[in-house]
């Protein structure tokens, strides 16, 4: 749907967003739960699974927009 309006003003469409879409999307709902329960909580406890979630999620996108 964006795809057509996307190339209108940039010239050109990412083969690999789509893919990248399919590895980042999924982990964005835990990655939000996450954020909350340690903003609600205060606890530490969150903390680092949050972390490993979001660095991941950071190198998937850095690998994607080396690549395309």
């Not at 980042?24 to 969150?46: K, Q, S, V, W, Y």
């Amino acid at each position: 749907v964006i795809s057509p309006l996307t190339a209108y003003h940039f010239g050109r469409i990412s083969y690999l967003g789509p893919l990248a879409n399919v590895v980042i999307l999924p982990l964005l709902p835990p990655t939000m739960m996450l954020g909350f329960a340690a903003e609600l909580t205060g606890l530490r406890l969150f903390l680092l699974p949050l972390w490993l979630l979001l660095e991941y999620q950071v190198r998937m996108i850095s690998l994607f927009g080396t690549l395309g």
